[in-house]
């Protein structure tokens, strides 16, 4: 993933990249001083940071502060579409999000990647960028993130519940994992991510099954992927999660009417 960022050195605010990746490519920890915006045009990231693990589905994407350190990977082959921008005292303080693309914000960051590098900051262009910056700031979050815990004990349960998000183990069996007794390993992980370890589960498998829905797999194969045994128990989690039936989600999120919470 390209990190030469001397683009920048240009003097424009925003400076756009395109990049394609291959399915299992991996960019490891690190950090840019300037913010970064990850989008997805096709194929699913996973992003992750110190604190928040990041699934970015196509047609949405991440804001990276600077100085937040990242490991990117592709699930799949992606095709990405990269924003630096100039941070500003306003967006000092900004949290890493994942957010919704609306139709007109893909158009504009589509129509930045082809502006030249010398681009005119007070003509036409700059007019653009400044439309595209207001629409980033008024796109909603998308429900794509768990909080990460910072013990290691519990990193090791986290990091394998998000590689296989179907693992079937129970709260005894990841006690075991951490090296801890159950009744430390319950009070630990809600002291750090603020959810219990079911919960926790529950929204990476949310996030997991989001993605894959995204990525054209029917709901029978995303129900048994993220753990259920059944479609129907899978589509109730999902209804209660979302307030609506997963195939009406994916039909909403097509429309760009957003998604019920």
């Not at 050195?9 to 299992?24: C, F, H, I, K, T």
């Not at 929204?203 to 479609?231: C, H, K, N, P, W």
């Not at 009406?248 to 429309?255: E, P």
């Amino acid at each position: 993933m390209k990190k030469n960022e001397d683009v920048l050195s240009l003097g424009r605010p925003v400076v756009a990249l395109r990049d394609e990746y291959p399915a299992g490519f991996v960019d490891a920890m690190h950090s840019h001083d300037y913010i970064q915006i990850l989008y997805a045009s096709s194929g699913v990231m996973a992003v992750r940071t110190r604190d928040v693990s990041f699934v970015v589905p196509p047609q949405r994407a991440v804001w990276l502060p600077a100085g937040v350190e990242h490991e990117v990977a592709c699930r799949g082959p992606v095709s990405l579409r990269t924003l630096y921008l100039e941070p500003t005292p306003e967006q000092a303080s900004a949290q890493c999000r994942v957010f919704e693309v609306s139709d007109l914000l893909r158009a504009l960051i589509l129509e930045v990647l082809a502006f030249p590098a010398f681009y005119d900051p007070d003509g036409r262009e700059g007019a653009i960028i400044s439309l595209l910056l207001g629409e980033i700031a008024r796109m909603p979050n998308a429900p794509y993130q768990v909080i990460m815990p910072t013990d290691h004990r519990l990193l090791r349960v986290c990091n394998a519940i998000l590689a296989n998000p179907s693992d079937p183990r129970d709260l005894d069996d990841w006690a075991k994992v951490a090296g801890m007794g159950r009744r430390t390993l319950t009070r630990s992980f809600k002291q750090e991510t603020g959810m219990g370890l079911a919960v926790w589960r529950q929204q990476v498998r949310l996030m997991e099954a989001l993605s894959l829905l995204a990525a054209g797999a029917s709901i029978t194969q995303v129900a048994f992927e993220v753990g259920y045994d059944s479609t129907s128990g899978f589509a109730s989690m999902f209804r209660r999660a979302f307030g609506t039936a997963p195939s009406q989600y994916l039909d909403a999120a097509r429309r760009g009417d957003g998604h019920s919470r």
